[in-house]
């Protein structure tokens, strides 16, 4: 079967270093997305990454290895408006499928 | 740029009743993507339609149908409604080929509520 697995909610202040990790189980594997949904909000794409290595886009950088099934997104010196929830969404067959989410909490 | 757009914002329905959701692309992009986000899930791909033809499609029963329009705007069709299909529902766009291919860019979203 297809699963997506990431942890339900991190905690940081604000200017910190937050990692969340994507683990990822599917067949026909294409590529892994990181999305951002402030609440109430529609989801907005963050990043891509299709091929092993690194993605940087300003404050966030997101991995993938292809062999681990495993991706990580970076969020580098945090602000308030990045407290919202955080998916990782796979491209397998055509389809999409999205992880349960993160909530990230930034505090003062 | 006009960014995807949906109608109506929210909907109150009883159950066992029929609902259409609507949904424009982005404008440049030709295949939309419908998803199901219960509160505190993310989002659960429905279909995807692409030259008007049903190109991929989720674990949902056939209560849920679309359609697309030569103008590549789509619609979602639910019927026999039942309590759990009370979510946002969600349409995204994005082009066939290209870069951009496995980027889902989000409309607001519609909330369907099912009493």
């Known amino acids: 079967g297809q699963s997506l697995e990431q942890p339900s909610e991190v905690t940081a202040v604000e200017g910190a270093i937050v990692q969340i990790n994507c683990t990822y189980q599917?067949?026909?594997?294409?590529?892994l997305s990181w999305y951002q949904q402030h609440d109430g909000g529609a989801p907005t794409f963050l990043s891509y990454n299709a091929l092993d290595g690194l993605e940087e886009t300003g404050r966030f950088s997101s991995f993938l290895s292809r062999s681990d099934s495993y991706g990580y997104l970076l969020l580098q010196e945090l602000q308030m408006k990045d407290s919202a929830s955080y998916f990782c969404a796979v491209t397998s067959w055509g389809k999409f499928q999205f992880g349960a989410g993160t909530q990230v909490v930034v505090t003062p | 740029d006009a960014g995807v757009t949906q109608s109506p914002t929210h909907l109150i329905k009883t159950r066992g009743q029929q609902v259409t959701l609507r949904c424009s692309p982005k404008s440049g992009h030709d295949t939309v993507s419908w998803y199901q986000q219960a509160l505190g899930q993310g989002p659960q791909f429905i279909f995807q339609y692409y030259e008007e033809e049903e190109r991929q499609r989720g674990n949902f029963p056939d209560r849920f149908s679309g359609h697309q329009f030569p103008n590549y705007s789509s619609e979602l069709n639910v019927n026999a409604l039942l309590l759990g299909d009370s979510a946002l529902y969600l349409c995204a766009s994005s082009p066939w080929t290209g870069e951009d291919t496995d980027t889902q860019y989000f409309g607001p979203g519609t909330r369907l509520t099912v009493l």
């Open positions: 599917t067949s026909g594997f294409y590529g």
